[in-house]
């Protein structure tokens, strides 16, 4: 589906490279967004930016590690510059460590809250200036279905940085709210991503949240992409500090 709901709105996506990201790139590009494809991949974030630019939309990549504020600034920064100012971005860059909270290291630890919710903090730390130079702005995080519920018994540091999500989101909400930014969390449930794979692989995020899903079903990216765009759109302008769940009824249980 196309439409026009986004035109002339400047988006970064964080982890836009791949999966869910690159998805709503896609889908935000369609609806008339300039779009900055932010990935530590950089050649992914490179191809998907000429793909778009080729069919005549606005795209740029750049290349940034999100739980490093020395590499993320900058890149934020470029991005902004390339697209003539920001006012929207989706925080899509995310891994997932499965283990039980007595077996899980420190550094597995780091890397899950490091890159899932400080990521997303200074993901959004660094494009808020530039937000703030816009009419109005809009923040869509992501969260996940282990924002609200542990729908399985060894996802420690992904519950818990994804649960953080949703209290950052607030805080923007409330913070920026008179300032024209608003922000909110998609949280989505099993998606058929590389990141959904490699845990039901490993045993972990999605494997026993799948069987749980009364649709019976993973849901596709373009499906996340769609509420995405929705968040970003003026048609969600009452809209801020909301947790929106689409998990195909996961957490309606
Ligand atoms: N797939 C699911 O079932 C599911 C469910 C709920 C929530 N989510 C969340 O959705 C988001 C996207 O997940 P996905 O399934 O599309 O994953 P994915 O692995 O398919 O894509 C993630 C992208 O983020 C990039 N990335 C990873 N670490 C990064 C870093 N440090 N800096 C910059 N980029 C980085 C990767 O290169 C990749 O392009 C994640 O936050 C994930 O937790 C996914």
Known sequence: MSNARNQGRRVLVTGGAGGIGAAAVRRLANEGAAVAVLDLDEAAAKTLADDITAAGATAVA??????????????????????????GIVTCAGIAKSALVHEMSVEDWNAVVGINLTGSFLSVRAALPHMLEAQRSSVVTIGSVASLISANTNTCGYDASKSGVLGLTRSIAVGYADRGVRANTLCPGVVDTPLARKARESGGVTSSALAQTPLQRRAEVDEMAAVIAFLISDESSYMTGSTVTADGGLTAQ
């Open 62 to 87: 750049v290349a940034a590690d999100v739980s490093d504020p020395d590499s993320i600034g900058p890149a934020v920064d470029e991005a902004a510059a390339a697209l003539g100012g920001l006012d």
